[in-house]
């Protein structure tokens, strides 16, 4: 018999605790309290040590449910797994493997957020970082692309 309820339950608590780092994250970045965004990413870096560990426990699960089936592991699936599973996890597993699913969707789409939301902050911070530098810079105009201004060194020499 397979664990697989087990095994799935520490992926929804890790994946629980992710979604949570990558919302405060979010919440952090819109505040602009660069100290919690660190924090944050610090906690992202633990977090996937440990989804590292259950991705190896993961393939230790496959590994031996192929050897009871007697296919290779990266041919099974979910029901495969569950065929040699105690037979009272058999739906609890199929709705935590449903769940899991829908969380790692989740902290795909508000990872992608706060990914553009730092982009957004980085491209700010570059504009005013050459407003206060005084470095040419090219943007819009209402008839399109203008170039940068260049700066002329004119040396009147009959002075």
Same mark, same amino acid.
Do not use: C, F, K
């Given at each position: 018999?397979i664990?697989i ?25 819109r ?9 944050r990413l610090a ?10 560990r259950l991705?190896?426990e993961?393939?230790q699960?496959?590994?031996?449910a192929?050897?009871s ?8 699936? #979910?029901?495969? !797994? +569950?065929?040699?599973? &105690?037979? %009272?996890?058999?739906e609890?597993a199929?709705? *935590?493997? =449903?769940?899991l699913r ?22 700010f911070?570059?504009? #005013?970082?050459? !407003? +206060?530098?005084?470095? &040419?810079? %090219? ?6 692309? *203008?170039? =940068?201004p260049?700066?002329?060194?004119v040396?009147?020499?009959?002075a």
């Open positions: 018999m664990p309820l087990g095994h799935l339950q520490r992926q929804l608590e890790s994946a629980r605790r992710m979604l949570g780092i990558v919302l405060a994250q979010g919440d952090a970045i505040r602009r309290d660069v100290e919690s965004v660190l924090v906690d992202v870096q633990t977090e996937l040590v440990e989804r590292r991705e190896l993961r393939d699960l496959l590994s031996r192929a050897g089936l007697g296919r290779a592991a990266d041919e099974l699936g #979910l029901e495969d !797994v +569950l065929l040699v599973a &105690p037979p %009272a996890e058999t609890a199929r709705a *935590a493997s =449903a769940e829908g969380l790692l969707l989740e902290i795909g789409r508000v990872h992608e957020q706060n990914r553009v939301l730092i982009r957004q902050e980085l491209t911070l570059d504009h #005013l970082m050459r !407003v +206060l530098s005084g470095s &040419p810079q %090219a943007g819009y105009r209402p008839g399109g692309w *203008a170039n =940068a260049q700066s002329l060194n040396v009147d020499a009959r």
